[in-house]
């Protein structure tokens, strides 16, 4: 399947991430985000605080939906199966704390399984949950507002990145004519769509976008016959970069500090945590952390070094990661070798936050002011 892209910048349409609620919000309402993605099960349940949210309960369990679909094309029965046992306990949690604003959204897994829909029938049949298709459009530009509080004022060219179970999305964003102060902002309006509109608000402008049908789970399956770890692990990287080769950027610009580019995923995160040697994951440390493209090179080699069997036992990476983390650092690798800086910003954060504040800003909910 190729990287869906739009062809120039100009040809995107505006596409709002939530249509205006038709109820206004009590004061203190909760919000619920549901992120159905080809490897995990993710919700938050929030209330508004100031321009953000305060997480009041969450949910994140790897389903692992997207299990031999690339061989056959469809949502096996037992992944199907597991998944709605978790969203059985995602409805428990939205009624135990009476949430009326929810928006439930389903990935790359269900925008390519045969028998999605299907699937999806049975879930609101048996959980009275009803979960949204989103296209590649709408989960980037969800990913991107939730790391706009990470943009540095300094920057004037980002890269945010998105790499999910089955695909990885990429957005190119240009900042140089947005004022230093504004520039979180002006990411954050871009939950409207990445069209530029007639405003006399500052703009940040979408160069380009590619979302990339390879993530953690589908580039691994790929490449499942291969027997060496390391040749795996270098064929899996080529084989992303080849897939950049129409959206890499600045080929031959030299590392510069006013582009920067946010990582949102479990593979970021998780290897933002072993450089920090952390035992118990810690989403205070992790969270806008920066890496040096030699900090990420020197975790993913002693990756390499464990094996298979070192990094099923290594508690810096845990069970549910381990599996997949190789596919994982094999596109960020190639990612830090396409963009032209040597520092990387790491996300703990992602779709369900940016479904969070795309509902709370269409109800007007969030105050005004800087992050």
Request: proline letters at 5%; one cysteine or more; a positive charge.
């Amino acid at each position: 399947m190729a990287p869906q892209r739009p062809k120039g910048a100009g040809a995107l349409e505006k596409k709002t991430a939530l249509s205006p609620a038709p109820v206004p919000p009590r004061s203190g309402e909760l919000y619920a985000a549901l992120d159905l993605g080809t490897n995990s099960c993710r919700m938050l349940i929030a209330q508004p605080k100031g321009n953000g949210f305060h997480v009041v309960d969450s949910f994140s369990k790897s389903v692992q939906l997207g299990a031999g679909l690339e061989k056959t094309g469809r949502l096996s029965r037992g992944s199907m199966t597991r998944t709605i046992q978790a969203l059985r306990i995602c409805q428990q949690k939205l009624r135990r704390n009476k949430v009326r604003r929810m928006r439930l959204v389903a990935t790359e897994a269900c925008r390519r399984a045969l028998n999605a829909q299907d699937f999806l029938r049975r879930v609101q049949r048996e959980t009275g949950l009803r979960l949204d298709i989103i296209k590649p459009q709408e989960e980037a530009q969800l990913a991107v507002i939730s790391c706009a509080p990470l943009v540095s004022r300094n920057t004037e060219n980002l890269l945010v990145v998105d790499i999910g179970g089955g695909s990885t999305e990429l957005v190119w964003i240009d900042l140089t004519d947005v004022p230093r102060k504004d520039r979180p902002q002006s990411i954050m309006r871009l939950h409207n769509g990445f069209k530029q509109v007639m405003t006399d608000l500052p703009q940040a402008r979408v160069v380009d976008w590619i979302s990339v049908p390879l993530g953690v789970a589908t580039l691994r399956d790929q490449f499942n016959d291969v027997e060496d770890d390391a040749a795996r692990f270098a064929l899996m990287s080529w084989f992303f970069e080849e897939n950049l080769s129409d959206f890499a950027p600045y080929h031959d610009t030299q590392p510069h500090e006013k582009f920067q580019i946010v990582g949102t995923s479990g593979t970021v995160t998780t290897v933002a945590a072993s450089h920090l040697g952390l035992k118990r994951y810690d989403r205070t440390k992790v969270d806008g952390l920066h890496m040096t493209s030699d900090q990420i090179d020197r975790v993913i080699r002693s990756y390499l070094a464990l094996g298979p069997a070192g990094r099923r036992a290594d508690p810096r990476i845990g069970q549910d990661r381990q599996a997949l983390i190789m596919s994982g650092s094999a596109i960020l690798q190639a990612l830090m070798r396409c963009w032209p800086t040597d520092r990387l910003s790491v996300a703990d954060r992602g779709l369900r936050e940016g479904l969070l504040y795309a509902q709370m800003n269409a109800d007007g909910v969030l105050e005004d002011g800087e992050f």
